[in-house]
């Protein structure tokens, strides 16, 4: 069972890139690696995916090391409604791995202008 | 109209009584799953279901049941609410496809409020 650990807070201005790490010791073979975003009272919403180096998409870009132990969520030029709590999930949901993934305690990210 | 809903949005009721949440989804996803959120924590699995035969317990199973009445519909069930079941619950679905960990998309929440 991989057990993530994170900061529990960051604060960024407006207009800053923003780096959070995850780390996955436990991580396994078959585990990827998934970042959602949480707003106050809604349902936590996919931000990006990836198993190993580098993954971009148009929110964000994530970076995994050659030893896939931690992970680092990158958001460049956050604004004020990128203020959130931000998940790293380690996991396989194929069949018999299901249940096994895990969701940390999450980051919350304050942008201030 | 949403993909994933869920019903009630909000629910205050008393120890010892009897209640279930609903989820219905229109992603046309085989897989389905409920998670607990208690304030400033992450996500807790409570169970999950790969098809309508199929029923697995998560990490957080016990005090809850589930039903899987069609592959749009699972609902939870809280057979004697005690107050520490006091929680946002969420739904969850995902898609059975070839990557190894499904993107999985989530519901509005049910606020549950056990006096």
């Known amino acids: 069972l991989a057990k993530t650990t994170q900061p529990i807070s960051m604060d960024s201005y407006e207009g800053q890139e923003v780096n959070i790490t995850c780390s996955h010791n436990n991580i396994a073979t078959n585990d990827y690696i998934t970042w959602y975003q949480q707003f106050p009272s809604q349902g936590p919403r996919f931000i990006i995916q990836g198993y190993k180096t580098k993954v971009t998409n148009e929110v964000a870009s994530l970076f995994i090391p050659a030893d896939r132990k931690s992970s680092t969520l990158s958001l460049p030029r956050v604004s004020l409604s990128d203020t959130a709590v931000y998940y790293c999930l380690v996991g396989d949901l194929r069949d018999t791995n299901a249940g096994k993934s895990t969701f940390g305690d999450g980051t919350t990210l304050t942008v201030k202008p | 109209d949403a993909d994933v809903t869920q019903t009630p949005r909000n629910r205050i009721t008393k120890t010892g009584k009897r209640i279930m949440l609903e989820c219905s989804q229109t992603?046309?996803?085989?897989?389905m799953y409920w998670y607990r959120q208690d304030p400033g924590l992450g996500l807790r699995l409570i169970y999950y279901s790969f098809d309508v035969k199929d029923i697995n317990k998560g990490e957080i199973s016990d005090g809850y049941s589930v039903s899987r009445q069609a592959q749009a519909k699972f609902s939870l069930s809280l057979e004697s609410a005690i107050p520490n079941q006091t929680a946002l619950y969420f739904c969850?679905?995902?898609?059975?496809?070839?990557?190894?960990?499904?993107?999985?998309?989530f519901g509005p929440g049910t606020r549950l409020t056990v006096l």
């Open positions: 992603k046309g996803h085989d897989r």
């Open positions: 969850a679905t995902s898609a059975t496809g070839t990557v190894a960990s499904d993107t999985q998309y």
